[in-house]
């Protein structure tokens, strides 16, 4: 190189490391800008084929490295990144879903993506209906000629109902709508949901692949091309870049993931059958257990269930009175999200967010972290004497 003075030598160096350095994890390239080689590799590179590098938004070496991990994993065979769970939610939407079309919800949808459904309602000429999640096959007849998308969730934000997801993928699959799962409880760990039938699978990289209860990321994964191509191009006009720290750190998490989860869904098992046996407690919304809509699904179609679960308390509890024995826990902090290592308790006014609620009675959801579950149901017993 030319003779530099001390100011370009501050920007410009002549040494490169050498060569066949290796590790575990992978490097973090932190990029806005991406170099070409020459005017003739930037002409050629196609972004949507993630084969070249073209800018830091479209993928680095770290994105793209998780990205195909979380294909992997999930049995799928393409994904895109999203700064957040709802991030990836809003990105599947705008990029399958036009002015005149319709799309189908659960109920018991994830409260943000059931917010969004009416937004696009309110303001973009898209119909967002909202159906029983147990709607089973049933969904067929919801089905409209305008209908592009059916969105599941299994089971359900908060109320846990398991679906009966092969039946509504059969009959979207038969009138040629896609079904979009939030498969973000299972962690793509213990619900195969490719298999099912299912076209999209939407991850919270927040939660389980995270585990740090420390960073907000969201993935989409698809196993046809096309498919991922459409969505594609609603991460690239929206701009749905991730950073690449944040990237590392769900990368991090991977390995350890289906020891925590199984951790998690061992302690929550012990948890949630000790509150059964409660007098407080009418109803242990857990998917492996009997009282919980949909267990047979649970049954048939999931190999695992993680650390999140609800109980209905016994209707003759006010809200008043739950609400002091949620703060009188002392080793659940009170707070949204889960997948981390510290136990969550959130109560839930679920009769005002859900039609035909059967329930009278105080929904409080938990989630199980990693803490000695003898303490964690000492903690729960000692609660329960301040209702
Ligand atoms: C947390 C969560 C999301 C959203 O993830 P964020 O990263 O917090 O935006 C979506 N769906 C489900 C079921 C979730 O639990």
Redesign the pocket.
């Known amino acids: 190189m030319t003779k530099k003075s001390l100011q370009t030598t501050l920007i410009h160096t002549d040494y490169v490391a050498p060569q066949g350095f290796d590790a575990f994890p992978s490097a973090i390239h932190h990029a806005s800008t991406v170099l070409f080689k020459d005017v003739a590799s930037m002409r050629s590179g196609e972004w949507k084929d993630k084969n070249a590098y073209t800018y830091g938004l479209h993928g680095t070496p770290t994105t793209f490295t998780l990205e195909a991990r979380l294909a992997e994993i999930e049995g799928g065979n393409h994904c895109l990144l999203a700064p957040?769970?709802?991030?990836?939610?809003a990105m599947v939407d705008l990029a399958l879903l036009k002015s005149g079309d319709d799309v189908l919800l659960p109920e018991n949808v994830?409260n943000?993506?059931r917010e969004l459904g009416r937004w696009l309602s309110a303001d973009f000429g898209i119909t967002a209906r909202y159906y029983d999640p147990l709607v089973g096959a049933g969904i067929a007849e919801l089905i409209q000629p305008n209908t592009k998308l059916v969105w599941t969730?299994a089971p359900g934000?908060v109320s846990m109902e398991v679906p009966d997801l092969r039946a509504i993928c059969a009959a979207a699959k038969e009138k040629g709508v896609l079904v979009a799962l939030?498969n973000?409880?299972s962690a793509g760990i213990a619900l195969r949901a490719f298999d099912l039938g299912v076209d999209i699978v939407?991850q919270?990289?927040?939660?389980y692949q995270s585990g740090g209860s420390d960073v907000?990321?969201?993935a989409v994964i698809t196993r046809e091309k096309a498919l991922i191509d459409r969505i594609a191009m609603a991460h690239m006009r929206l701009g749905m870049g991730v950073s690449a720290d944040d990237a590392w750190l769900v990368m991090r998490g991977l390995p350890t993931m289906k020891l925590r989860f199984d951790a998690h869904d061992a302690a929550a098992r012990k948890v949630a059958a000790w509150l059964k046996n409660r007098p407080e407690i009418a109803k242990v919304l857990h998917p492996a257990f009997e009282d919980c809509p949909g267990h047979e699904h649970f049954k048939r179609d999931f190999t695992g269930a993680g650390g999140l679960f609800s109980v209905m308390f016994d209707a003759r509890y006010t809200e008043a009175q739950t609400d002091r024995f949620v703060d009188a826990l002392d080793l659940f902090g009170i707070g949204?999200?889960?997948g981390g290592a510290n136990s969550l308790v959130m109560p839930y006014r679920i009769q005002g967010m859900r039609r035909n609620w059967p329930d009278a009675g105080i929904l409080v959801r938990f989630n199980i972290g990693l803490e000695d579950t003898d303490d964690l149901i000492a903690d729960l017993e000692q609660a329960f004497g301040k209702l």
């Open positions: 957040s769970g709802l991030a990836a939610i994830y943000p993506n969730e934000s939030d973000t409880w939407m919270a990289l927040t939660k907000l990321m969201g949204y999200s889960w």
